[in-house]
């Protein structure tokens, strides 16, 4: 079944680049997560993407949300990556795409006549509660991470008063 807004994000712990494992409950401790799967460190859409989400971290944490990617690269790729670049969030190792086949973005695609299993670029944009606030599948890389600091924006805005509305 794939996932869709409003889903509870399954949960999921994954090693790092920096050695240690991370868990979606830790992230997301009263703060909004940026969840972004892309498919291979150190290439031109993916770095772009990186980068892009590295530009724009302050804003993102001001809105009081935290970034995290995952690949199936290997856990000292992502530190290669992450230094290279000077990436400020953590990018998880998911070999075997067990956590990108849970999240329905470990998909069949083709290259030049050749078919195989990849991440299909996907963010989740997960509210503190656990919920799958917005969901943006096949990512285009130009204007994503501005479209999506604004999104979380108008969500933060929308969210007390949804709170306050609750509480009557």
């Given at each position: 079944m794939a996932l869709k807004e409003g889903?509870?994000?399954?949960?999921?712990?994954?090693?790092?680049?920096?050695?240690?494992?991370?868990?979606?409950d830790e992230l997301r401790?009263?703060?909004?997560?940026?969840?972004?799967?892309?498919?291979?460190?150190?290439?031109?859409?993916?770095?772009?993407?990186?980068?892009?989400?590295?530009?724009?971290?302050?804003?993102?944490?001001?809105?009081?949300?935290?970034?995290?990617?995952v690949s199936p690269d290997k856990a000292a790729s992502h530190q290669k990556f992450t230094a290279k670049f000077a990436l400020p969030f953590p990018l998880l190792s998911d070999e075997g795409a067990k956590v990108a086949t849970t999240y329905g973005v470990w998909k069949?695609?083709?290259?030049?006549?050749?078919?195989?299993?990849?991440?299909?670029?996907?963010?989740?944009?997960?509210?503190p509660d656990g919920r799958i606030a917005r969901l943006y599948p096949k990512v285009k890389v130009d204007g994503h991470a501005e479209a999506l600091l604004a999104d979380l924006k108008t969500l933060r805005q929308a969210q007390p008063a949804a709170a306050k509305s609750t509480r009557r």
């Open positions: 889903d509870k994000a399954p949960p999921f712990t994954l090693p790092s680049g920096e050695g240690k494992n991370v868990s979606l401790k009263d703060r909004w997560v940026v969840l972004y799967f892309y498919p291979k460190d150190d290439t031109p859409g993916c770095t772009k993407e990186s980068c892009d989400l590295r530009d724009l971290n302050k804003q993102f944490q001001q809105a009081g949300a935290v970034i995290v990617g069949e695609k083709s290259l030049y006549g050749r078919t195989y299993m990849g991440i299909e670029r996907t963010t989740f944009l997960i509210s």
